[in-house]
């Protein structure tokens, strides 16, 4: 089995694009009509994240695997520098707003850190994390855009059966609060970069334009979401969410599962999408991401001549994908971004985990047909 995309088009014209900023428009405005200003609110901001990562070719599975195979650090350095802007705003959030700001905190357990690993893996054979695999589906990308649904499957799946992966052990959720717990943020994400200027190749420090502004663009956003939603920038839940809701629709019980018939939960399946926190960010991200590519020169991102088991790996990929990061609490945004930005003890456990499960998947991309001949 093969499969190309479409060669690009040429760039729309001024009318088009006129047309798709007025259709964004009305979509936002539709949906703080319908389900109130902070939901409208909440969906800009998706699209704010969306247009980020595909406006500056930023993401997170690519700058390790640059780290890994060719010692570039500028790309994880972006990484660590955006965290660092968001904890200097979110913590102190947190400790003055506890009752109307919730961090992204998890326990450390087993299935956690195991999650963690295979998620590193996963994501480095489709090349796309959480919030990579929706922007890759929305920019026009295959391998993301067949990734994408077995995603959500896989993060239904998983939360089906997490209380099950939990019950093997885990620790009290910790958190580092306050202005000491700023402080150790600090300190260990300083520490991070400096061992990555040692490992990486010399000048690689160096962040180019682009990194610059996207790292100001996320680190903004994710300040302004934690503010107007009341909860950090995520992206599993939505995802699973979907297939939930997809699932009562032709008449599935989700009552035997722990997770999905826990009151939050049920009435968050039975409430509209756009009542949804992570639903709307995720469906910004992939909006975002659709209207870059597709102001640049349409939706095209070629990934060249691939064999039949590259396309299986791609679905194995995706379904564990989803899987494994309900067990690990969240991907690299719930998890490693927002996690971290909170004070989450998991989001530091989470990142070393999942870059020592990058290093397996990246091993693992020529064997499964993944390095495309072009």
């Known amino acids: 089995m093969t499969a190309t995309t479409p060669a690009a088009t040429t760039a729309p014209g001024l009318v088009s694009r006129s047309l798709i900023i007025a259709v964004v428009a009305a979509s936002v405005l539709s949906v703080a009509l319908f389900a109130g200003p902070r939901s409208g609110l909440v969906l800009l901001i998706g699209l704010g994240f ?219 399946v039975e409430a509209s999408l756009l009542t949804d926190i992570t639903s709307l960010t995720d469906l910004g991200l992939i909006g975002g991401a659709a209207l870059v590519a597709w102001w640049r020169a349409g939706l095209a991102s070629p990934v060249g001549v691939l064999p039949a088991r590259a396309w299986v790996a791609v679905i194995v990929a995706g379904l564990v994908l989803g899987y494994s990061s309900r067990l690990a609490f969240g991907c690299n945004i719930g998890a490693f971004f927002s996690g971290i930005a909170t004070g989450s003890a998991h989001g530091w456990v989470w990142f070393a985990a999942a870059f020592a499960g990058s290093w397996v998947g990246i091993r693992l991309r020529p064997s499964l047909g993944l390095e495309a001949r072009r």
């Open 50 to 268: 969306g247009l980020t990562l595909e406006g500056f070719r930023f993401g997170f599975t690519g700058p390790w695997r640059r780290m890994i195979q060719e010692r570039d650090a500028s790309g994880l350095l972006a990484q660590l520098l955006a965290i660092a802007i968001v904890a200097c705003a979110a913590l102190p959030l947190l400790a003055a707003n506890g009752a109307e700001l919730k961090g992204a905190h998890a326990p450390i357990g087993l299935a956690m850190i195991g999650g963690a690993f295979v998620f590193g893996a996963a994501m480095q054979i489709v090349l796309g994390c959480g919030s990579g695999t929706l922007v890759n589906a929305g920019s026009g990308n295959a391998i993301g855009a067949v990734a994408l649904p077995f995603f959500a499957i896989g993060s239904f799946a998983g939360a089906w059966h997490l209380s099950w992966w939990t019950a093997l052990g885990s620790l009290p959720v910790m958190t580092l609060k306050g202005a000491g717990g700023l402080g150790i943020t600090l300190l260990g994400l300083a520490g991070v970069a400096a061992l990555a200027l040692v490992i990486g190749r010399r000048g690689s420090h160096r962040l180019p334009a682009r990194y610059w502004g996207a790292l100001l663009a996320l680190a903004a956003l994710a300040i302004l979401h934690l503010v107007v939603a009341g909860q950090p920038w995520g992206v599993v839940y939505g995802l699973g969410l979907w297939v939930a809701k997809g699932v009562v629709a032709v008449g599935g019980d989700l009552s035997g599962s722990v997770f999905w018939s826990a009151p939050a939960n049920a009435a968050q």
